[in-house]
C-alpha cells in the first residue's frame, strides 16, 4: 500500500501484503460464506445426506451433524471460519440446530447480494437485518407452547425429533425414552440441567438396540484384583481422592541401617501404617472403594483380604459422577473417613461389555448422575449414535430449562417470512427492503428441507404459504408427500431457543461479515506464501509495495 509525498511513494506495510477492498472484498466475504453453506446444505432435515470426511492420516467420519462437519473441514478463509463459530455457538447453547443456522446466515449473505447490487448500502441492510431479527423474536412466542418435566411425551417427541435423520432410526423411539429419562433424573432444584452429569459411553459390538440407560454410573475401569469380589450387594461406597499409600517426604534423609533386624522394623511399620489405612475403611463400613490416585501393592493384598471391590486411579470427573448418583462425599484424607461419607447403591458390579471389563454401579436412590451405554456394529455408527444422542440429551434439557417449545417442519421459518413481510409494510424507506430480504431468507429452511426430501421445492414452499396465511400456523412440510401437516399433532417439536439462537447468530454473523470493505493481509513469516486466505486470491487483490 503506498501513497504520494512530494511524488515519492511512502510504504505503509511490508512487501508481499495483499488487499482486497471494497465490492470485491464483500463479494470475496460473501462466496466463502456461501460456500461453507452450501458444504451442509445437503445435511439438512430428517431426508438430510450425510457427508464422508478423511483427515490428513486417513481417519474417517461420516455425520450430517453440522458441526462436526465444520470442525473436521480445513478452512482457512476469515469470512468462512466466521461460518464455523456460528455452527460451535449454536452447538454450545443449544446442543442441536447447527445446520439451520448455517445455512440461514448463508441465505442472509445471498439475499444482501441482491441489495448490494441495488445500491443499498450495508449499513441499511445491516439495520434491517437486525430489526428483523428483533420482530421474529416477538414472532417466535406467539408460536410458542409450554412444557414440563411431567409430560413424558412431549419431551420424548423433542428428543425423536432431534435424533431424526442422524443413523439412530431404527431404535430412535428407545433411544429417545432414554434420553428423557437421564435428562429428568438430573435436573436440580433450581430448575437447571446439565448434561455433563449424563455419562455417554460408546462400545462397538452388538446393535444398536442394546444400548441401555444405568440409573446411576458406568466407570470404564475393572476391579483391582481377580480376588476382590466381582458383586457388591448393598454397596457402602467410599470415595478418596488420596493415595492409599505411604506419602514421600519432600526432604531428602537418608537413613544408615546396621542390621537385618533394622530393614525388617522399617518394614513392619510399612505394613502396619498400610493396614491402619484399611482398617480405617474397613471400621467406616465401606466395602466399596473407588480412590482418584493410586494403591500401594500391600494396600491391595488388604483390601483384597478385607473383601472390599476396589477401583483406583479414577477419573476426578467420575468421582464427582459417583458423589451426585450415590449422595457419597469424595474425601481428602482416609483419616477423616466417617460412615456419613459412604455413598449407597443397590449393586456395584464388574461386566464385560465388548471386550472391556466396566464397573456398574446402580440401583442409586435419587440418582443425580445417570449413565447410558451405546453400541452398534461399527465404529462409525457408534461415533454417529454418539452424536445424535448428544443433541437430543441437549436439546431435552434447553426444552426443560425455558419450557417453550415451537413447532419444527418448516413451520416457524414460513411464519416468520409470512409476518415479516407485513412488519416490512411499516418501517418505509430503504430497510423495508432488508427485512423482506429477511423474509425471504427465512424460506430457505423450508425449501431446503423439500429439496432434500426430493420434493419439488416451489409447490412445497405454495402449499406451506397458502396453509399460514389461512391462519394454520402450526403447518410444517410433510416429507413423505410435500402437503402442509399441523407439526405439533405430528409431534415435530423443537426448544425456543434453538430457533431463537440460530436467527440471532446467523444475522450476527450476516451483518459482521457484510460491514466488511476491506481485506489487508499480510505476508506469511518464513516458509509462509504470502498469499490471501483460499478463495480471496485472484479477486482484484492490489499488491502493497
Do not use: W
Amino acid at each position: 500500500m503506498a501513497g504520494q509525498f512530494g511524488g515519492t511513494p511512502i510504504y505503509i506495510l511490508r512487501e508481499g501484503s495483499r488487499r482486497t477492498a471494497g465490492r470485491d472484498a464483500q463479494r470475496s466475504n460473501i462466496m466463502a460464506a456461501k460456500a461453507v453453506s452450501g458444504a451442509v446444505r445437503t445435511t439438512l432435515g430428517p431426508k438430510g445426506m450425510d457427508k464422508m470426511l478423511v483427515d490428513t492420516l486417513g481417519d474417517v467420519v461420516i455425520t450430517n451433524d453440522g458441526v462436526t462437519i465444520l470442525k473436521e473441514m480445513d478452512i482457512e478463509h476469515p469470512a468462512a471460519k466466521m461460518m464455523v463459530e456460528i455452527a460451535k455457538t449454536q452447538d454450545q447453547e443449544v446442543g442441536d440446530g447447527t445446520t439451520t443456522a448455517v445455512v440461514l446466515a448463508g441465505e442472509l449473505l445471498k439475499q444482501a447480494e441482491g441489495l448490494l447490487e441495488q445500491e443499498i448500502h450495508p449499513t441499511v441492510i445491516a439495520a434491517g437485518y437486525r430489526a428483523a431479527a428483533e420482530k421474529s423474536m416477538e414472532i417466535l412466542q406467539g408460536l410458542a407452547v409450554t412444557v414440563s418435566a411431567e409430560d413424558e411425551d412431549l419431551l420424548r417427541k423433542i428428543a425423536v425429533t432431534a435424533m431424526t435423520g442422524k443413523g439412530s432410526q431404527s431404535a430412535r423411539d428407545e433411544l429417545a425414552v432414554m434420553a428423557v429419562e437421564a435428562v429428568r433424573s438430573v435436573v436440580d432444584e433450581d430448575g437447571t440441567v446439565d448434561t455433563d452429569n449424563i455419562t455417554v459411553e460408546k462400545k462397538v459390538g452388538g446393535s444398536i438396540t442394546d444400548s441401555v440407560l444405568v440409573r446411576g454410573v458406568v466407570i470404564d475401569k475393572e476391579r483391582l484384583q481377580p480376588s476382590m469380589p466381582k458383586s457388591v450387594t448393598d454397596a457402602k461406597i467410599a470415595l478418596i481422592n488420596a493415595a492409599v499409600e505411604i506419602e514421600k517426604t519432600e526432604i531428602d534423609a537418608k537413613i544408615q541401617i546396621t542390621s537385618p533386624n533394622q530393614l525388617q522394623a522399617f518394614l513392619d511399620q510399612e505394613e502396619t501404617t498400610l493396614k491402619g489405612m484399611v482398617d480405617k475403611i474397613v471400621a467406616s463400613g465401606a466395602n466399596v472403594l473407588f480412590v482418584q490416585k493410586g494403591i500401594d501393592d500391600l494396600a491391595q493384598h488388604f483390601l483384597a483380604k478385607a473383601g472390599i471391590y476396589t477401583v483406583r486411579r479414577v477419573k476426578k470427573s467420575d468421582m464427582e459422577k459417583l458423589a451426585r448418583a450415590t449422595g457419597g462425599k469424595v474425601i481428602t484424607s482416609i483419616h477423616d473417613i466417617d460412615k456419613d461419607d459412604l455413598g449407597k447403591a443397590g449393586l456395584v458390579e464388574e461386566r464385560k461389555v465388548s471386550d472391556e471389563k466396566m464397573t456398574f454401579v446402580e440401583g442409586c436412590e435419587n440418582p443425580k448422575s445417570v449413565s447410558i451405554i451405546l453400541r452398534g456394529g461399527t465404529e462409525h455408527v457408534v461415533d454417529e449414535l454418539d452424536r445424535a444422542m448428544e443433541d437430543a440429551l441437549r436439546v431435552v434439557g434447553v426444552a426443560l430449562e425455558d419450557k417453550t417449545l415451537v413447532p419444527g417442519g418448516g413451520a416457524p421459518e414460513v411464519d416468520l417470512a409470512l409476518r415479516l413481510r407485513a412488519f416490512a409494510s411499516t418501517v418505509g424507506g430503504r430497510e423495508q427492503l432488508a427485512i423482506e430480504s429477511f423474509a425471504d431468507a427465512m424460506e430457505v429452511i423450508p425449501k431446503t428441507l423439500a429439496e432434500n426430501a426430493g420434493l419439488d421445492q416451489i409447490d412445497s414452499l405454495m402449499a406451506l404459504r397458502s396453509a399460514h396465511e389461512t391462519g394454520m400456523k402450526n403447518s410444517g412440510l410433510n416429507m413423505e408427500t410435500g402437503e402442509p401437516v399441523d407439526m405439533l399433532k405430528q409431534g415435530v417439536l423443537e426448544p425456543i431457543r434453538v430457533k431463537t439462537q440460530a436467527i440471532n447468530s446467523a444475522t450476527e454473523a450476516a451483518v459482521m461479515i457484510l460491514r466488511i470493505d476491506d481485506v489487508i493481509a499480510s505476508k506469511s513469516g518464513p516458509g509462509g506464501t504470502g498469499e490471501m486466505p483460499g478463495g480471496m486470491g485472484g479477486m482484484g487483490g492490489e499488491d502493497f509495495e
